[in-house]
Nanobody
Framework: QVQLVEFGGGLVQAGGSLRLSCEAS????????MGWLRQAPGKEREVVAA????????YYADSVKGRFTIARDNAKNTMYLQMISLKPEDTAVYYC?????????????????WGQGTQVTVSS
């Protein structure tokens, strides 16, 4: 089992920046890919970014390419999501997720472990 806790959500104006972090505990010696998933009211869940176990390969949804950057520090059991040029449509609950595979997945159902979520609100 892996436990995930997110930090860093909040309220920001359009065009601003936020950095989310996710701390993992439990079975952290496992080789697991991680990602960030979001859900906005009335919309489907979306994997916005993901990273392989070694951090060599990353995935970004088209909606966030060029604005979001995912990274991880396995020595600290921590993953990050740097978000810049935020838009009101980025408003959502953001979840840190992990899966029992070294490579990332692009569907929410690909992930085995979820954090509790952190709210990101971008005002216009």
């Amino acid at each position: 089992q892996v436990q995930l806790v997110e930090f860093g959500g909040g309220l920001v104006q359009a065009g601003g920046s936020l950095r989310l972090s996710c701390e993992a505990s439990g079975r952290t010696w496992g080789r697991y890919a991680m990602g960030w998933l979001r859900q906005a009211p009335g919309k489907e869940r979306e994997v916005v970014a993901a990273i392989t176990w070694r951090g060599i390969s990353t995935y970004y949804a088209d909606s966030v390419k060029g604005r979001f950057t995912i990274a991880r520090d396995n020595a600290k059991n921590t993953m990050y999501l740097q978000m810049i040029s935020l838009k009101p449509e980025d408003t959502a609950v953001y979840y840190c997720v992990a899966r029992n595979f070294a490579n990332w997945g692009t569907n929410p159902s690909d992930y085995d472990y979820w954090g509790q979520g952190t709210q990101v609100t971008v005002s216009s």
